[in-house]
């Protein structure tokens, strides 16, 4: 059972994410807060393993809430939830630890996947927040244009000139996972994409982060997103 809190200051919106939450009984809503503050004393009387945050909220917004959420419990997993794309509020969401930013008008599918996704100990981010990310980095790398085509990873692997110098360390097969967890993949996808299993993707991120001495896909992904774009 995955225990969930809300957190948002808009009772509809509240009223519409408890409404999804009930449709699958993998999870349950265990309380439900009404700005930052909220949170962290509700989290201090009950234990949770994913929050539904809100990036605006009263005296807290979300932004500072997942900072001061994962100090205190650095287990518990923070979805974003919002209607904004503005970088500047993904950047700092990420920066503190969030994992996973979607928004408000994703389908119902959508949020449950996304709750189950990061419980699990994975990253998801919507693809237009992705594109988001890609754009805003490329732009302060040096003024790439948010037009640009994305990096396609065989065509990145085979053209070994294309490879930073920063990643020669990693192997052929490694570069190219890295390319795709760039691109906001999950495991999953990777694996069907480059025709292995879910359990081999995993071993080859555990190696990727292991030689860049990176914790987490999040470090990766924008790491990744730099260095390509230099």
């Known amino acids: 059972m995955i225990r969930i809190i809300i957190a948002d200051d808009q009772p509809i919106i509240r009223h519409g994410l408890r409404y999804v939450i009930g449709l699958d009984s993998e999870l349950k809503l265990i309380e439900e807060a009404v700005d930052g503050i909220d949170l962290i004393d509700k989290m201090e009387q009950q234990s949770c393993d994913v929050i539904l945050m809100d990036i605006r909220m009263p005296r807290m917004d979300g932004v500072e809430a997942t900072l001061q959420a994962k100090k205190k419990y650095p287990d518990v997993k923070v979805l974003i939830l919002t209607t904004f794309e503005d970088e500047e509020y993904i950047f700092h969401a990420l920066e503190n630890g969030a994992d996973g930013y979607l928004l408000k008008d994703s389908d119902p599918d959508e949020l449950i996947h996304a709750i189950k ?114």
Do not use: W
Request: hydrophobic share 35%.
């Open 117 to 230: 996704t990061i419980a699990k100990g994975g990253m998801l981010l919507h693809p237009r927040v992705t594109e988001t990310v890609v754009s805003a980095l490329r732009l302060n790398k040096g003024g790439i244009g948010a037009d640009e085509p994305d990096v396609n990873p065989r065509e990145t692997t085979e053209n070994s000139g294309k490879r930073p110098e920063v990643l020669q360390e990693l192997t052929s097969r490694e570069f190219e996972i890295a390319c795709m967890v760039m691109q906001g993949y999950t495991n999953r996808e990777i694996a069907s994409k480059v025709f292995v299993s879910e359990g081999t993707v995993k071993n080859h991120v555990t190696k990727i982060l292991d030689k860049l001495g990176m914790e987490n896909r999040k470090q990766l992904m924008v790491y990744m997103t730099k260095v390509m774009d230099n």
